[in-house]
């Protein structure tokens, strides 16, 4: 590890910048985040690298790796372009590549820790950018048709010029990275996120199969929401038991039909649902019954012991 650890310092101290060439002038979330992804993988190799905007065919030539300029999409030779006539391709669902989902595709595995992980933060996070840049309305045509724009996409573009703000080449080169800057947080945060969603869901899976009763699920520890929802890949789970994150207390939480649905595989009974503590109690015989959402997907009771008996219950009811 030491070793290591000194290499890469000589690396970056002593080694030849890596030159990234993307275009000049206006820049768009696409190239934004490849830079950010390009960033993030130079930085972990111990690399350093020099950034350079420019259309110009001969600085081009000089570039190690050219993203969203140079007219072709060309991996053998480190340029991914997509905005010749051929363009770039499509992902089986439709979306297609630009300058993010080109650079998240050929290097975007090195920092993620699995092959889940680097998908999910396609899903999540690139496809959107890949789609707006190509003209394609991923908010409504791909998901929530009832809306027409995406969000991250609106956020980097709010860092370049506004009214009578300079876009000389110097302060373009400097929103650039600035908005290169916010996207690699963003995108550095969805990653870690994603990684300790699947450390937690491979902690989860393993009480799921020990489980004898596999539709009442008993955990000792409390996750995030997300968990819950991926329950859904199972079959049999219908609720979740688990400790209040606050330390006080129990919840039954009703598993969906899907991971990415509300809806729940089976509600808790009507007569409890908006109900609290006395009321509450008279209605479920359960003197520490705290309350029970009106949606019916939540419940929460001061004791383990009450939680169990109560989502059995509910499981018959």
Known sequence: MIVLFYMKLFKKLFGKPVILITHDQGFHADDVMAYAILQEVLERRGTTWKLIRSRDESVIKTGAIVFDVGNEYKPENNIYDHHQAERAGARENGVMYAAAGLIWKHYGKEICSSE?????????????????????NYIGQFIFPDSGYTSLGIHIANFG???????SPFAMLERFERASSFARGVLTRAIASRESLERDFAEVT???KNSEDKNILIFEKNYDRPIWKRLAEFP????????????SGWKIECIPVSPIL???????????RGLRDGDLAKVTDAVDAKFCHPSGFLFGSETKETAIILAKKALKN
Request: no cysteine; net charge negative; charged share 30%.
């Open 262 to 272: 509300m809806e729940s595989r089976k509600l808790l009974p009507e007569s409890w």
């Open 116 to 136: 889940d992980v680097w998908q999910s933060i396609d899903r999540a996070l690139i496809q959107e950018l890949d789609a707006g840049d190509n003209g394609q």
């Open 236 to 247: 049999e789970p219908v609720y979740a038991i688990y400790p209040n994150m606050k330390g």
């Open 206 to 208: 393993e009480v799921y």
């Open 161 to 167: 010029p506004i009214d009578n703000e300079s876009s």
